[in-house]
Structures are given as structure tokens and as C-alpha cells.
């Protein structure tokens, strides 16, 4: 059931918005009624996306093409939602790269590439976005990942990259916090139909083998992670900022795959 008039004239700008969780996100602040930008660096997808927000959810949706490793390109691009919507609530940094590899056949050049993309990019989102928000009561959200606190192989430039978005969300809610605009971040679990999971567990049996290891024993769906993304940007996550906000199911706690019902002597 969802209640429009909590985002009700409020205006958001979601990064990396054309496809996956970060789609889901864009579409549930839309149904929440939010008039949303998203912004790819695919133009078409971008298009695409924001008519599939429109025709869904019967809200206003614009798109922006911008690759997030260019300032001033976010910067104008977020101008033009400004243009279109006046200051922003809600700013979403989900734009992310990621390939899997162990460290030694890791490029430079591929290593550096994932950091400017989640990284840099997050900052260029939120600095920019820090301009173009209405203040006091603004919500800048990143979207991190449990690599960031959990050491995974093959991942070692994506560990770095998320650990760093992190550290810069902590930071940035303790500067910007006297001006009333709260940093959180998002750090989603396995969810269902999305590239990363493909990515991680291309066979049946390698994700069965995963969500055997989720407390709640499923995948999680976008709208998971856009109904968190409410919490974070309604007054009802007023007094939250700083908070890396955990939406997996309990994966990260540990091996679930053990049955905890069954007891043993």
C-alpha cells in the first residue's frame, strides 16, 4: 500500500538510476511521489528508464546522461533537474562498476577505474549535490555493498572502493550535518534479478548455495532497497544520518546455511 503524499512534491536525483536496484529505487520513490531524475551515462537507457518510471507509476520522471567521473558534467546535469524541479530532497549515489578477478590480474587501469566510478563518483554526486539540495532536510544516499566491511576474493578493488564510500558517508554527515542535510548510505544484499547476483551466482545451483547462506533464506527485490531509501528521505528517518543501513537479510551475519531450528545435543 503505498502512501504518495510522503514524498509528495519533493524532487530526487538517483545516479546509475537506468537499471537494477538503482531502477527499483528510482521507481519506488516515484510511487512514493517523488518527481525523480535519473541519470545514466547511456543516454537511450536513460530515456528508457526514466518512460518506464513514468508509465509505472503514473509520476514525473526526467533524464540526464552523465558519466559520474565528470564533475562538471554532474554538476550539470544535476543543474538541469534543479531547472526542472526546483532544489532537490533527495540525492542518490548508486552509480557503480565491478568485474570479479583475483588481485594479481587486476589492471591499473581496471583497479582505477571501479575506484573513480563508485568512489569519486559517490563524492561528485554528493558535492554536487550538496549545491543543488533545499536545506535544511536534504538526504544524500550511497549505495555501498558489504564488501566494504567483509573481505571478499576477487573483489579486491570493489573492497576498497565501498570501504572508502563508507568512511566518506561518516564523514560527510559529521560536516554537513549543521546545515541539516543527512548523509546515509544503503548496503544491499543478494537481490533477485539484478546484474550483480548474475554476476556472483551465474547457475541455479550457485544461488541456491546463496540464498541458502541468507538468514530469511531469500533474495531480496529492489523495492527492498527503495523502501529503505523512504525511510532515509521521509521524516521518519528525520534523526538518522551517518548510518550505513544493512538491507540484506542477514548475510553478512554469517553462515546460515545450517538449519537453526533443529536442535542439537
Not at 6 to 25: F, K, M
Amino acid at each position: 500500500m503505498y502512501e504518495p503524499e510522503i514524498l509528495r512534491n519533493r524532487s530526487a536525483y538517483v545516479s546509475g538510476g537506468t537499471s537494477g536496484i538503482n531502477l527499483g529505487l528510482a521507481k519506488t520513490l516515484a510511487r512514493y511521489g517523488a518527481r525523480v531524475c535519473v541519470a545514466g551515462r547511456d543516454a537511450a537507457k536513460a530515456e528508457r528508464a526514466a518512460s518506464e518510471i513514468a508509465a509505472d507509476t503514473g509520476g514525473e520522471a526526467l533524464y540526464v546522461a552523465v558519466d559520474v567521473r565528470d564533475y562538471e558534467g554532474v554538476e550539470a546535469s544535476m543543474q538541469q533537474a534543479v531547472r526542472r524541479y526546483g532544489p532537490l530532497d533527495i540525492v542518490v549515489a548508486g552509480a557503480a562498476g565491478n568485474f570479479f578477478a583475483p588481485a594479481v590480474s587486476i589492471s591499473a587501469k581496471g583497479f582505477k577505474t571501479v575506484i573513480d566510478i563508485d568512489l569519486l563518483g559517490t563524492y561528485h554526486v554528493f558535492r554536487a549535490g550538496f549545491d543543488a539540495c533545499r536545506k535544511p532536510g536534504a538526504s544524500l544516499i550511497a549505495i555501498t555493498a558489504g564488501q566494504a566491511v567483509k573481505p571478499m576474493p576477487y573483489q579486491a578493488h570493489v573492497c576498497a572502493a565501498k570501504a572508502g564510500i563508507n568512511a566518506l558517508v561518516r564523514t560527510l554527515a559529521m560536516e554537513w550535518g549543521p546545515a541539516g542535510v543527512r548523509v546515509n548510505a544503503i548496503s544491499p544484499g543478494p537481490i533477485e534479478g539484478t546484474e550483480g547476483l548474475k554476476r556472483l551466482a551465474p547457475t541455479a545451483a550457485e544461488q541456491a548455495a546463496i540464498r541458502a547462506r541468507v538468514a530469511l533464506r531469500r533474495f531480496g527485490a529492489p523495492e527492498d532497497i527503495g523502501n529503505a531509501a523512504i525511510y532515509l528521505s521521509c521524516p521518519l528517518g528525520g534523526y538518522v544520518t551517518g548510518t550505513i543501513l544493512d538491507v540484506e537479510g542477514g548475510f553478512q551475519l554469517g553462515d546460515a546455511s545450517a538449519d537453526c531450528l533443529t536442535p542439537t545435543r
